[in-house]
């Protein structure tokens, strides 16, 4: 999900917002997009993705949030995710997950900003241990310690972590040096025409190298032909998400018959 534009660094929000939600003076929804075992056709997850009500994309949404709501609206994501996914059918898709895009900075204390998010999986009848969290290897985090922090919680309640769009900045490598997710999903970025570039296919082998040393699940995003999930999938990625598979769409979840 791209990060809003913000003027001012994000900072925490006070641990007084994470016990009072304040509606929102703008609404949204959302669209799925699954991710796809490719061995099988089958979701091993779908994407929760903001969307306007009227159909305005992401950044359309996002270009209203600020300092100021971030919090509320960070927290609106995930209760808004669970009770669409919940409506749509997800849980009755076995093992398949529901991935939620977070901001680390909208989060001061984990274990107290994760209520809302546990509150709604047990009103809509989500189970909690088939949530992903995705954080943006881009998201400027003040604090990485903040971070792992993050990351040790969500764990802890049994909620898989992801890095997103790794690879699309400089700090990949250092980020994963200093925690390591559980997932890392690869920037289309890297992904594109990997099928022709030697390049690309040696970077995203070593990422491969390393994460497999690490336990780390690799997801690739951003695959649009026949040719490119070929060569992903002989390099050892069996988890891909992309329009050769299913655009995002609001008010359904596509590939969910398979």
Not at 22 to 29: I, P, R, S, V
Not at 154 to 182: C, K, M, V, W
Request: proline share 6%; net charge negative; hydrophobic share 45%.
């Amino acid at each position: 999900m791209p990060r809003p534009n913000f003027e001012q660094p994000f900072v925490p929000v006070g641990c007084a917002q994470c016990r009072a939600l304040e509606k929102l003076d703008f609404d949204f929804t959302m669209a799925f997009q699954p991710i796809v075992d490719v061995r099988s056709g089958i979701p091993y997850a779908y994407e929760a993705l903001v969307r306007g009500v009227q159909g305005e994309g992401a950044l359309q949404i996002l270009d209203k949030v600020n300092a100021d709501n971030l919090y509320r609206f960070d927290q609106a994501c995930r209760v808004k995710a669970i009770e669409l996914a919940a409506s749509l059918g997800l849980a009755q898709i076995p093992d398949c997950k529901l991935s939620i895009n977070f901001f680390p900075n909208a989060v001061y204390r984990p274990e107290t900003c994760i209520r809302a998010t546990i509150e709604a999986s047990r009103q809509f009848g989500f189970p909690l241990s088939r949530l992903m969290f995705e954080v943006m290897e881009g998201e400027r985090v003040e604090e990485p310690e903040h971070l792992k922090g993050i990351f040790a919680e969500y764990e802890r309640h049994g909620f898989t972590t992801a890095i997103d769009d790794f690879g699309s900045g400089y700090s990949g490598l250092n980020l994963l040096a200093e925690f390591q997710p559980q997932v890392l999903k690869l920037d289309m970025a890297l992904t594109r025409n990997i099928d022709a570039d030697p390049v690309r296919e040696a970077i995203v082998s070593g990422i491969i190298h390393a994460a497999g040393r690490l336990g780390i699940q690799i997801i690739a995003e951003g695959v649009e032909t026949e040719a490119e999930r070929d060569a992903l999938l002989e390099l050892g990625i069996h988890l891909m998400q992309g329009y050769l598979f299913a655009r995002p769409e609001v008010g359904c979840l596509p590939l969910s018959g398979l």
